[in-house]
Each structure stands twice: as structure tokens, then as C-alpha cells.
């Protein structure tokens, strides 16, 4: 079973400062991993995809992902409280029958505190 | 402009009925899949499919069944079989590649058992 853990939160951050959100990863094959936002009701939405080591960059948003150690980071700087949401982390997998299958984890829960 | 539509946004649905949820893509997109979303919890893959009239369980099944007789198109069906339907569900679209493209979701469709 390919698992993708994530703290659940909920993490509650102040307006301005940074939250991270974190997630690790239990298939070593995994080759693409993505963060969506979720807002209460509504689909994920796609934010940031990463698919090297280091550091990615967007605006606010900076994915940070370490295949060594199976783990994947989102940092939001500068908090808004239009970012308080929940983040799934997924990862991808590709084998033969199961082609482009994404694995979800449950997500955190972020809180942006005005 | 091009993206994924579910219908209908809610549905209630009697003990005993079967309902169809529909969902249809103009991306282009191979892939298809469908999740179901419990408050609380992540995203499960109930089915999915790479191409026109071939589709996989994933790891709900049980309760559920497909068709992909057009690749813009991948209903699902909740049949009487399933004990507990009351979920959010929302249909993805993805192309395919080596390292995977992020999915596109639908706006979800709320289904309530009355």
C-alpha cells in the first residue's frame, strides 16, 4: 500500500507569517508530487507540482522536495487569510497497469489568523 | 475554455436507487478518475480509466460501476450495493506522461441518502 501522511492539523498561523505544511512519502518510485488547495465545499485545486530535489518557487508558495528522505514541503509566505484552506499533498507512482495514479494524503488543515 | 463539468452539484438519492453521476471533459485528456471525499477525510479512488472502454477498480469499488464509451465522458453509477454513498464526489481528468501531469477536478457533486 503506497501511503502519503500528512499532519492533519489544524494549523493556525498569524496574517503575514509563514506556514508550512509538510508530507512524507512511503513509495521510493514516486516521480511527481503536487499540492492542492481545498476550500470547505469545494473540488482541490492544483497550487504548485514538483518533480527534482530543491526548491521550487511561485509567488508566495515554495515547494520544497528531499527524495532522500521521502518528504515534500509547502511554504506560504506572507499569510493570508484567503489562504486558510486544506492541502493535500499528492504523489505520483507509475507502473504499468496503474499508469498516471495519484495517491492523496488527508491533508492539513491551515487557519490564517487576521 | 476547456475543463471538467460534473452534474448535477447535489443528489438525493432513496435506499434501494441507483443514481448516475455525470462528468465530461473538453481537455483532451486521457485519464479519467473518480474520487469520494468523507468529511475528515482524503480523497479515495473508487475507478479510473487511461482509455476509451477500459477502466480499472481502484480501492472502493464495491458498490460502484463505470463506462467510457467516449473519451470526453466517464459517468458513475452508485448502486444499491452501496451501503454508506453518502460522500462528495469528484471526477479528475489527467493526460499521460512520464512524469505525470497534475489532475484537473471537477466542481463535485454532494450525494445524500434520504
Redesign the interface.
Known sequence: QKEVEQN?GPLSVPEGAIASLNCTYSDRGS??F?WYRQYSG?????IM?I?SNGDKEDGRFTAQLNKASQYVSLLIRDSQPSDSATY?C?V?S?TS??????Y????TSLTVIP | DGGITQSPKYLFRKEGQNVTLSCEQNLNHDAMYWYRQDPGQGLRLIYYSQIVNDFQKGDIAEGYSVSREKKESFPLTVTSAQKNPTAFYLCASSGLGARGYGYTFGSGTRLTVV
Open positions: 492533519s516521480q511527481s503536487f469545494k473540488s482541490p485545486e492544483l507540482f518533480y493535500l499528492a505520483t507509475l497497469n496503474t499508469g498516471n495514479q495519484f492523496f494524503g488527508t491533508g
